[in-house]
């Protein structure tokens, strides 16, 4: 048995979500069945994040223990022949320890959220942005993400169906800055809760349209209270970007 | 009768070129019945670029001549509205002087053309970029590039359909460069021949996969010929990405 570490690229769009889902195409579904395509064998993969229908990702990384003996450079590209023309490409393969696990071994997840801020509608990026016309303040945004950063009770943020056990994070950076009519957020912990960095994304929007005042983010936090949520951003902008292991 | 310049973002992608066609649905088409359905006019729109099926523009230069009277930014936003689902948008409009032409007015353009160099095949950017598998040296194409700045007859670069009268044209700049896996490609001229942008960048590829010398592209250049054209590089990596008017 060998266990063989991926790196995922998918376009969210097409997909229920990264997991197996009974009612939808999901990543996890079309990369085992092309395990299976090429192994004969019925292989389980698991990833470092769990995202949602419609969220994307540049860089998710996933295990799966396959017998045969395989080398990796050939499972990626014969992973990647047997995806087509589904949106998802394997860009990297390595052999880990059989202890390595990509959710597990996580130490940290970085997420990014891109709003495209103007009027007219998307064309190149439509469906992997989330456009809002009316201007936004990125440094009021940036100011008030702020409040956020830390260890806190997250329990506004989080979506309902969270299943974690615990509503304690510890949120490492939070970061908003504008590139031109492109306003990118940018998230850093060790783990998430369930729509997490949706819901602080949609909040901070109200802060940059001007509807919330900036220390209303830090009452929200403050409430623990799902119903003192300002606005769930949209899954389509956001991405999975990085996921680190311990060295070694 | 006002003249409104629009600049114009598209995916090519679903389009048979910028210019009408009777075989289908075209850029100028879509902003020309939009314009009708608001005005009751029929319009006729005028481009600084005629970009082929499959060809994008992150700000193409067009204009339009409407009797009734209208406010700059409700016709933008009236042409965008009409214009959805098609993935064309309106990015700005302003009233020009009536002697200003889209098309003759120009005296600058400038083409971007985006190869992804991976083995993975692409998800997020289907259908806008070249993937090339095997590794390019983009410091060769970028060498291999400048012996085709100047003032040249670019019959070599040049559409078997090309309907310019004079195959003389200078080019202002080719640059290569790298950024990550992306290896891309801009040009500067004052106007170009039809496909020159992409047979250049097809000749370099082979140049960055080493199945070219650098000078055979001096060569293939000096043969004034297109049958010593290396490759003609696909449409769906193509963006014209400026025009540029006097000032004033």
Known sequence: MTRFALTLEFDGGP???????????????????????????????????RTDSG????????????????????LMEALNAKMRPDPVAV????????????????????YQYRIRNRRAPLTLTKGQEWQ?????????????????????????????????????KTLDRLDVRREGDLVLVEADARSFLHHQVRSMVGTLALVGLGQWREEQVAQALAARDRQALGLNAPAEGLYFVEAIYPAG
Chains 1, 2 share one sequence.
């Open 15 to 49: 997909f229920m979500g990264l997991q197996r889902q009974d009612h939808g195409p999901s990543v996890q579904q079309a990369v085992e069945d092309a395990a299976f395509a090429i192994t004969g064998e019925k292989v389980t993969m698991h990833s470092a994040g």
């Open 55 to 74: 969220v994307h990702a540049l860089a998710m990384r996933s295990h799966v223990d396959i017998e045969k003996p395989f080398d990796p450079f050939r």
């Open 132 to 168: 809002i016309a009316r201007p936004l303040d990125e440094q009021a945004m940036h100011r008030a993400a702020q409040f956020l950063v830390g260890r806190h009770d997250f329990t506004t943020f989080r979506s309902a169906h969270c299943q974690a056990k615990d509503p304690l």
């Open 91 to 110: 860009t990297a393969c390595e052999v880990v320890a059989a202890d390595w696990h990509a959710r597990f071994s996580c130490i940290g997840r970085r």
